[in-house]
């Protein structure tokens, strides 16, 4: 059952307070996060007020949201306004936004009860969540392995149930990898359903905010609560397809579900396993698979990783220690000052994507690297074009592997650039993507899938991942941290 439907009725039944249910997960967090280091900034006073005004409606007998007094969580590089926001990074300590996120803002109108502020990787740069300033958050099915990136914090809060649910954003995978790693649904919508003002950019062409939580049910509702026109964003265009929440108990028989070759290629043998046996209750439940090529896909990891780090070059100039955020004790002169503060600010993996970015964008490799990186984006974005003639949605490995151990990342950071592989043409082409668990391997970590639609066509895929989730419930399992409701 919905998490969030589920606290929904404890609330309005009377069954339990919204401030003794907020008691419940903050208690939780005190006990549990240590392990888990899910958050790096607990907000118990706002949570409480806000449990306030919650508790105060259902007193006076009027109705609330399904949203309203449910406890969640907000990755750390999404502005609240007066609660501290440092992407995880040195060089943004002691930043407090003065305005709201528009994403935050609506569902603080709809009362939701922000619990704290999720770890991440810094700036978002990373796949495992360990290049975070304040360290990794880890994985809830084993804490020896990491929660996966960037959203890592907020997967390892949902699947350690000391969050209902959370919002993320995913630049090249970065909620899709971390809830495949977790055993948790996570969605990419596509790019300009929802607001991205007050997210703190890594790049900007491919940023977009969704939501991690335990069921698919959970995650349509929120996407439906964020996914309205901001005209605070050039780039919004709202929920083009319709409400999707009444929509994901639709049947799927006949449906065509693509599955391009190159996606199985390179993945390990139990990943490919559980997608493969995905694809069998698919076909059990009425669908077609059809199975096809897409060579275009062997360019989106150097167009991705070109791209991400030319607009992370721009978009991070801006920290210089004079408007926000760190600034250096000891310097000579402002350009001194300015290159000790980066210097010491940003971490090692921020410092070597911004020395990329800078150098695709130079004179002499701006035609060589950039301009081909955009003109094979414009093939990516065909290719998939072409594949949804042939089908509803494609199905594919959410992750080439499942979490690998705390460390492994920093040992060997290019290795770690191939965990994206799966996840970032979606992206590259602005498309909606939903990852959910199909499996474990023998170690008992998750194994996810990735459910990939046309633009625009988030109604689509969470049907096909609830009728998933309906037919192999086995693969969604709960873990033994924090609040049992």
Request: charged share 20%.
């Amino acid at each position: 059952m919905s998490e969030i439907k589920k606290i929904h009725d404890l609330l309005t039944s009377k069954q339990i307070s919204c401030k003794e249910l907020t008691e419940k997960y903050l208690k939780s967090i005190e006990s549990d996060n240590g392990e888990l280091n899910a958050y790096v900034n607990v907000t118990a006073d706002e949570a409480f007020a806000q449990a306030e005004k919650v508790d105060a409606k259902l007193s006076k007998g009027e109705d609330i949201g399904l949203l309203e007094g449910v406890p969640m969580t907000v990755k750390d590089n999404i502005s609240t306004k007066g609660v501290e926001t440092t992407c995880c990074s040195k060089i943004l300590t002691g930043y407090k936004p003065i305005y709201n996120a528009t994403v935050w803002e609506k569902l603080e109108n709809d009362g939701a009860v922000m619990l704290g502020k999720a770890n991440m990787d810094e700036f978002a740069m990373g796949s495992s969540c360990e290049t975070s300033y304040f360290g990794g958050a880890t994985n809830p099915f084993n804490t020896k392995h990491c929660a996966g990136g960037s959203s890592g914090g907020v997967a390892s809060a949902v699947g350690g149930n000391i969050a209902a649910y959370g919002l993320g954003s995913d630049t090249g995978g970065s909620i899709r990898q971390p809830a495949s790693f977790c055993g948790m649904v996570g969605l990419k919508p596509t790019y300009g359903a929802v607001s991205r003002y007050g997210l703190i950019a890594y790049a900007s062409s491919l940023d977009q905010i969704g939501p991690i939580a335990k069921t698919v049910e959970d995650v349509s509702i929120i996407y439906d609560a964020i996914s309205d026109y901001d005209p605070k964003d050039s780039t919004s265009q709202g929920r083009q397809g319709g409400m999707t929440f009444d929509k994901v108990n639709n049947d799927i028989k006949g449906m065509k579900i693509g599955i391009a070759r190159e996606y199985l290629e390179g993945v390990r043998d139990d990943v490919k396993e559980a997608v493969l046996n995905a694809v069998k209750v698919y076909e059990s439940l009425g669908a077609e698979v059809i199975y096809f090529d897409m060579p275009a896909l062997k360019f989106a990891l150097p167009v991705y990783y070109i791209i991400a780090c030319a607009e992370a070059s721009s978009n991070l100039g801006r920290y210089d220690g004079i408007r926000y955020g760190f600034k250096t004790e000891h310097y000579n002169g402002t350009h001194d000052m300015m290159c000790r503060t980066r210097s010491e600010g940003f971490g090692a993996e921020v410092k070597r994507r911004i020395l990329l970015g800078t150098y695709v964008l130079s004179a002499g490799y701006y035609d060589a690297y950039y301009k081909k990186a955009q003109n094979l984006r414009g093939t990516i974005v065909k290719a998939f074009d072409d594949a949804f003639t042939k089908c509803d949605f494609i199905l594919a490995p959410t992750v080439p592997m499942t979490a690998f151990e705390m460390g492994h990342a920093v040992s060997d950071p290019i290795e770690t650039y191939l965990t994206d592989i799966c996840t970032v043409p979606v992206n590259i082409a602005g498309l909606p993507a939903v990852s959910v668990p199909c499996g474990f391997n023998d170690k008992g970590m998750p194994i996810g899938m990735q459910l990939i639609g046309n633009k625009f066509s988030e109604a689509t895929i969470l049907n096909a991942a609830n009728a998933y989730e309906k037919a192999a419930p086995e693969n969604f399992k709960e873990t033994k941290w924090g609040v049992k409701l």
